[in-house]
């Protein structure tokens, strides 16, 4: 459609660590599996705090590896296995040793892996906050989960908002895209 790719685009439009990371979650060799080996996640979580908290500077290439490549059910034994060996969960860990777009796109990784429904309820409340609506953000967030988990994504919305997502979007939109984005917050999810 543009006549070039997106690899291409990311290597020409970010560098270093971010670059690199961006272009293994482009390669898209995550393992699909939902396999879990407990041993193999105590391992990933020693290596991370090696890569990071345990010494001066940060082995990025680590954080980049184990979270592109491991499917979602191993990192979250992966995550539960570094809070204990650590006593502080890898989203401190992220934040402690990296920053800018790297530290920010290895936070959204985490935390759609961690809690996806929290996750996405984040999103969907960014999209409707302050002055204006983010329209793409709002539009995306539900097309992509109302067929998933879209109810959880509504309790977890409540949960941590105190006010409901048909709320917001009634007072954040109108007409006919307020009626078609309610029925689709609505309806139940199906089985993909």
Known sequence: MHNRSIEQDV?????GDYRNLLKSLLAAN????????VEEA???ATALFKAGADKIGTDEDVFIKILTTRNFSQLRIVFDS????????????VKAETSFNFKK?????VESIQNPPKYYAKRLFESMDGVGTNEDQLIRMVLTRCDIDMPQIREQYR???KKTLE????????????RLLKKLIEK???AI
């Open 11 to 15: 290597h020409d439009d970010t560098s």
């Open 30 to 37: 995550r393992d699909e599996s939902n396999r879990i080996n």
């Open 42 to 44: 105590k391992a990933d």
């Open 82 to 93: 570094y809070e204990k060996m650590c006593d502080h969960d890898i989203v401190h860990a």
């Open 105 to 109: 796109c290895l936070l959204t990784i």
């Open 159 to 161: 949960a941590v908002y």
């Open 167 to 178: 709320r917001d979007i009634s007072g954040d939109t109108s007409g006919h895209f307020k």
């Open 188 to 190: 139940p999810a199906t």
